[in-house]
């Protein structure tokens, strides 16, 4: 069977089926991507193999926002300039990182990393919303910003958020829905503008 | 100024940039990719990780074709069930591989890891060409296949090899060009059907 071999070396099929594991990376792209490291960008690849190691080394869940950090209390966590008195609850790191970008939220945050997916059997307990309820046992938080996603699966998180947080009796909020900054009218889905105009502002 | 900060992890950070190096991988990509590995595939940023580390330390270039191998000669070059009268020239181990999945050639190969391709510095002498007359120098090859691809860069390589091996007096051939299989002639371009009519075969 030797002349039907395809001859490609054992290291390369390795590094050809480790890339085909990323999210969004097929068979066709491992290999293009396989054979641009080894043959242009050898050190590329060295550091992504450091990059890799060192990550899955160092990195762990803030014990606080259960972002990825470096430390037990990550760096937004500790930090005295933040409002300790807010609490946003966002799905992923992403997320958090874009409502930082917006500059527009000096709080502190959670991290669910994931949303309610009853068919991927995540749920409340899977997601743990206890750490939720006992930063809020802690005291000291006045609002909760539930800045999950409008999607299906964010909407059941939200929900199930608000079901936990009402015993509570704290205040409890959501992002705006509405028409997206500097868009035309012309070209957002009817169901955004029906949303824009149930939640449309007065008093302006 | 450290309220202004996005709170990434360093080794978060570094991972994201070293797989945005990657070809293909853009920024989003790149974070969607890094958050997917810490999450929920840290055995997979492992092995990817070791399998990077592993094909920069042994895979080298085959002594013959040029390809990637662990020794000095690849299993190809060195298996006694090719044709060593027949030499192919291929851009790629892609295009290699393709060619072996084809089952349709058993003769040996010669890989230029590129093409020319003038605005990006690279001629004859960046493909090492030279590797090319020494190999017919040696004696033993009676046909030279050019399997470059017919694009306007596959075209000059291809024209670039004839010029060389011209002086050779060697049997130069060059891949059909033509319809492709199990294609419907209404979907093919015109480039395509001129070049199939061209070279149409008579004598059926």
């Given at each position: 069977?030797?002349?039907?071999?395809?001859?490609?070396?054992?290291?390369?099929?390795?590094?050809?089926?480790?890339?085909?594991?990323?999210?969004?990376?097929?068979?066709?792209?491992?290999?293009?991507?396989?054979?641009?490291?080894?043959?242009?960008?050898?050190?590329?690849?060295?550091?992504?193999?450091?990059?890799?190691?060192?990550?899955?080394?160092?990195?762990?869940?803030?014990?606080?926002?259960?972002?990825?950090?470096?430390?037990?209390?990550?760096?937004?966590?500790?930090?005295?300039?933040?409002?300790?008195?807010?609490?946003?609850?966002?799905?992923?790191?992403?997320?958090?990182?874009?409502?930082?970008?917006?500059?527009?939220?000096?709080?502190?945050?959670?991290?669910?990393?994931?949303?309610?997916?009853?068919?991927?059997?995540?749920?409340?307990?899977?997601?743990?919303?206890?750490?939720?309820?006992?930063?809020?046992?802690?005291?000291?938080?006045?609002?909760?910003?539930?800045?999950?996603?409008?999607?299906?699966?964010?909407?059941?998180?939200?929900?199930?958020?608000?079901?936990?947080?009402?015993?509570?009796?704290?205040?409890?909020?959501?992002?705006?829905?509405?028409v997206p900054a500097g868009s035309e009218l012309e070209y957002i889905?009817?169901?955004?503008?029906?949303?824009?105009?149930?939640?449309?502002?007065?008093?302006?």
């Open positions: 069977m030797e002349e039907q071999q395809i001859s490609e070396p054992e290291p390369l099929i390795n590094l050809i089926k480790a890339l085909k594991r990323l999210p969004g990376i097929g068979i066709r792209s491992a290999r293009r991507i396989a054979y641009h490291l080894m043959q242009y960008d050898l050190q590329g690849a060295n550091s992504l193999s450091i990059a890799l190691s060192e990550a899955t080394g160092s990195l762990q869940h803030c014990i606080s926002c259960n972002s990825f950090s470096e430390t037990d209390l990550c760096v937004t966590c500790s930090s005295s300039f933040r409002d300790k008195s807010l609490l946003c609850i966002v799905e992923t790191p992403s997320d958090l990182i874009n409502l930082e970008a917006s500059h527009g939220y000096k709080g502190l945050y959670y991290v669910l990393m994931g949303r309610i997916s009853p068919l991927d059997g995540i749920g409340p307990k899977e997601l743990n919303f206890h750490k939720i309820s006992e930063r809020i046992n802690k005291g000291g938080i006045e609002e909760v910003i539930i800045a999950t996603g409008f999607t299906a699966e964010g909407e059941t998180t939200a929900q199930f958020l608000i079901d936990m947080l009402v015993p509570f009796g704290i205040k409890t909020s959501r992002l705006a829905r509405g889905d009817a169901g955004t503008i029906a949303w824009a105009l149930m939640d449309r502002k007065s008093n302006l």
